[in-house]
């Protein structure tokens, strides 16, 4: 069992930054991939990006690659999302997520994660 709490969510004007990190609890973290889904009002949960038990994977999806950066720290129990150069198409729900599959690459449909935070809000102004 694992819960995971997220924050830094905000309002940005596009062209900024903003970092988005997962709290985790348990002892199993570090046996996870993890990954960033958002979601939209009125569109499906969307894969982000996602990065392996050991930090040596990591996948992005096609629009924010070159833009966002995954990162985790097994010690801390710690995932972060680093956004930069937002744009508002980036709005939505952004969600944190666990699959507890211990392999070396990462999965983009959400149904294989197994735990979620409730998620933050992520704006982006025109």
């Known amino acids: 069992q694992v819960q995971l709490v997220e924050s830094g969510g905000g309002l940005v004007q596009a062209g900024g930054s903003l970092r988005l990190s997962c709290a985790a609890s348990g002892r199993t973290f570090s046996n996870y991939t993890m990954g960033w889904f958002r979601q939209a009002p009125g569109k499906e949960r969307e894969f982000v990006a996602a990065i392996n038990w050991r930090g040596s994977t990591t996948y992005y999806r096609e629009s924010v690659r070159g833009r966002f950066t995954i990162a985790r720290d097994n010690a801390k129990n710690t995932l972060d999302l680093q956004m930069n150069s937002l744009k508002p198409e980036d709005t939505a729900v952004y969600y944190c997520?666990?699959?507890?599959?211990?392999?070396?690459?990462?999965?983009?449909?959400?149904?294989?994660?197994?735990?979620w935070g409730q998620g933050t809000q992520v704006t982006v102004s025109s």
């Open positions: 997520a666990a699959d507890t599959g211990r392999m070396e690459w990462v999965r983009t449909y959400y149904r294989d994660y197994d735990y």
